[in-house]
């Protein structure tokens, strides 16, 4: 069964830019979970999405977007990058069937802000 | 709110030393909790789990035991290898939220 895929796993932008970046989440899950990974601040929640509807979210600006397809695939969208937007940024898929909190992480897209 | 604490890193240890990774949580409910790790260049992945007060999780050798009373859910392998070389991240989830993590623990195992 193929895990979680991002993509592209590696850009360079430059501040001002906007950056879209997708995730597939593993066949049959239907949750998809987005993180922020920095040297200073960890693991930071983004959002969450279920069934196309977005059912968490973090405490980000709202320059952080994200949505979620019919076919449970996802895409989150940074606007108007700063350089504190370089990080790894993290996907992770669930069953939800139940929900027990076990997520599935991707390897992550890696932005640089330059 | 929730959160994990987590003791700062980095650990450096020989192999077959025995490792201790502590955790402790805030929560304001029964969370479950979890140990990820991350292997360099490579995204998380579970390493164990407990769902309720005094449940044992383990998995490749590690262990780690919930603890109502003391909230702690600290890691422990009795004799680590290089290959456990990795970031160690604790989390808790409750249901209705997101999955909330420390900041990490990096660990370094020399032979």
């Known amino acids: 069964k193929a895990g979680v895929t991002q993509t592209p796993r590696y850009l360079i932008k430059t501040r001002g830019q906007q950056v879209t970046l997708s995730c597939s989440p593993i066949?049959?899950?239907?949750?998809v979970s987005w993180y922020q990974q920095t040297p200073g601040q960890g693991l930071q929640f983004l959002f969450e999405?279920?069934?196309?509807?977005?059912?968490n979210k973090g405490n980000f600006p709202g320059r952080f977007s994200g949505r979620q397809f019919s076919n449970s695939r996802s895409e989150m969208n940074v606007s108007t990058l700063e350089l504190g937007d370089s990080a790894l940024y993290l996907c992770a898929s669930s069953f939800d069937r139940p929900n027990t909190g076990e997520l599935f992480f991707g390897e992550g897209s890696r932005l640089t802000v330059l | 709110g929730n959160s994990v604490t987590q003791m700062e890193g980095p650990v450096t240890l020989s192999e077959e030393a025995f490792l201790t990774i502590n955790c402790t949580y805030t929560a304001t409910g029964y969370p479950s909790l979890f140990w990820y790790v991350q292997y360099p260049g490579e995204g998380l992945q579970l390493l164990l789990k407990a769902t309720k007060a005094d449940d044992k999780g383990s998995n490749k050798g590690f262990e780690a035991t919930y603890r109502k009373e003391t909230t702690s859910f600290h890691l422990e392998k009795g004799s680590v290898q290089v290959s456990d070389s990795a970031v160690y991240f604790c989390?808790?989830?409750?249901?209705?939220?997101?999955?909330?993590f420390g900041k990490g623990t990096t660990l370094s195992v020399s032979s």
């Open positions: 999405y279920f069934s196309e509807t977005q059912r």
């Open positions: 066949s049959g899950h239907r949750s």
């Open positions: 989390a808790l989830w409750e249901a209705g939220t997101a999955l909330i």
